[in-house]
């Protein structure tokens, strides 16, 4: 997606241990129309699977889910990181490792919204190490739901999650693929 | 707003000590088509307003406030509540008192997406005791932005929340607000 590379090249600050600042435009300032245009190009990527619902998390997954399930016509689904008077005693759990912040978290999802009958696209800003991406597929694998596709909008290539992903069979498509960031500068895949 | 009483009524689950819970459509399940409604009702009553960004916290007002956005052509920032490494150093903070997960927590936004050139409109999925809502004015005082309004999905009104910020003199609209909750039955305003 030429217009998202470009975006990143352009307003991307990258910083020590290969970590790739977007915070202008994607998890902390929001950039709604370049949104749209992500929401657009993973419709055209998935439009043909039978999605019923989009699954994310919180909080940099939630923007893209929402204006994504625009086009596709469904809810949202996020994954809450925390506990909270708010969320339904019945969920489905999995334990995430965050590089990020290092830490180790719960996910959670309540039952209620999450079943055998969903066919769900998952979708979340960045991958690297894929450890929340794994978190959100376990989830859905003991919901018992299909996961038709999962969307990334920004994948680290570099680093495992993808490829990981990629053997078990799931399609995952990412919006853009960084193969390298060397002396300040960024190598997209193809 | 018609609509949204209705759905609290069909679908919101109230629980003990007055908790409302909307998560089958407003803050864990998200319906995006309520949700646009919500996005144009806040720009019904806030177009003539001079608003050219929409500030909200992470996670529940995120998708109300990239949603809305769409309707005023503007973009998002939303406070953050965690630490990380994507989070710029150079940050407003406030300090924020949470009733339902009862811990105080601080929420920052980076210095660089608000600033007072800024006139922002505050959303947020709930207000009670307003105390997150006050950390976000307090952020916007600190960068001198303007707050042109705030938008706010549900007003519990037998809390103070809301009658201290309208108090203030900022022009607060909730899209619903609740008077009473008593015997698993809920009283809107007016």
Known sequence: MEL????IIRDGIIKDNNIIMVDSFLNHQ???KLLNEIGKEFYKRFKDKDINKILTIEASGIAIAAITAQYFNVNV???KKTLST???DNTYESKVFSYTK????TVRVAKKFLDEKDRILIVDDFLA???AL???IDIACQANAKIEGIGIVIEKGFQKGGDNI????LDLESLVIIDEVKDKSITFRQ
Chains 1, 2 share one sequence.
Not at 4 to 7: A, F, G, I, N, S
Not at 102 to 105: F, I, Q
């Open 4 to 7: 998202l590379k470009d975006r």
């Open 30 to 32: 929001l950039d709604i």
């Open 77 to 79: 689904v996020f994954a």
């Open 86 to 88: 708010n969320l339904d």
């Open 102 to 105: 290092n830490e180790t978290y």
């Open 129 to 131: 190490n894929g450890m």
């Open 134 to 136: 794994e978190g959100l």
């Open 166 to 169: 990629r053997k078990r069979g």
